[in-house]
């Protein structure tokens, strides 16, 4: 069965950087780009960007470049979002999403979110 | 590109059947037949309810369904049961290929 796993809880300080990562199993990995999504407490899903796994071609929302970096390791099924220069509004919940192949824009599968703290 | 628009919340009695609608423009909702919608139960992750507006993926309920007109998709559920409440949020392909979400609804049975 398809799975996204994706990596523990993070408390980091502000300027820090933190990667998060994603592991998928049940399918193959670079027929099915994978999406990130962004979701703040008590806020809603902002979607960031995706990146073709079979290319490594990233595309990233407005509002998520520079900062943000995805990136992949075929070899192990699993993609990284990255972000560097943390700032207090990054906290949220990230999640992986895989993109459903049938209508583009839609997203099938999700990782089980990673808590991102940023405090001093 | 700003999110579309959805009822922060909605609520009806077990049985009931309740709309959710999510308004974006021509660019987005209104350009593509590929609008989905997503359940959201506190503390968890989105679950994949509704794919290019009214078709479900396989294992999710039949009381859930889609519809467009212009503008505006809907997600009706019928049979209201108290696991639906969550949160619901729909989702639309754009014409600078990229995805635009609503702002949620939460769905109160009472």
């Known amino acids: 069965q398809v799975q996204l796993v994706q990596s523990g809880s993070e408390l980091k300080k502000p300027g820090a950087s933190v990667k998060v990562s994603c592991k998928a199993s049940?399918?193959?990995?670079?027929?099915?780009?994978m999406n990130w999504v962004r979701q703040a407490p008590g806020q809603g899903l902002e979607w960031m960007g995706w990146i073709n796994t079979n290319t490594g071609n990233p595309t990233y929302a407005q509002g998520f470049t520079g900062r943000f970096v995805f990136s992949l390791d075929t070899s192990v099924s699993t993609a990284y979002l990255q972000i560097s220069s943390l700032e207090a509004e990054d906290t949220a919940v990230y999640y992986c999403a895989r993109e459903f192949i049938a209508a583009p824009g839609t997203v099938d599968y999700w990782g089980q979110g990673t808590l991102v703290t940023v405090s001093s | 590109q700003s999110a579309l628009t959805q009822p922060a919340s909605v609520s009806g009695s077990p049985g009931q059947s309740i709309t959710i609608s999510c308004t974006g423009t021509?660019?987005?909702?209104?350009?593509?037949?590929?609008v989905s919608w997503y359940q959201q139960h506190p503390g968890k992750a989105p679950k994949f309810m509704i794919y290019e507006v009214s078709n479900r993926p396989s294992g999710v309920s039949n009381r859930f369904s889609g519809s467009k007109s212009g503008n505006t998709a809907s997600l009706t559920i019928s049979g209201l049961q108290a696991e639906d409440e969550a949160d619901y949020y729909c989702s639309s392909y754009t014409s600078r290929s990229t995805v635009v979400f609503g702002g949620g609804t939460q769905l109160t049975v009472l």
């Open positions: 021509s660019s987005d909702v209104g350009g593509y037949n590929y």
């Open positions: 049940g399918y193959t990995f670079t027929s099915y780009a």
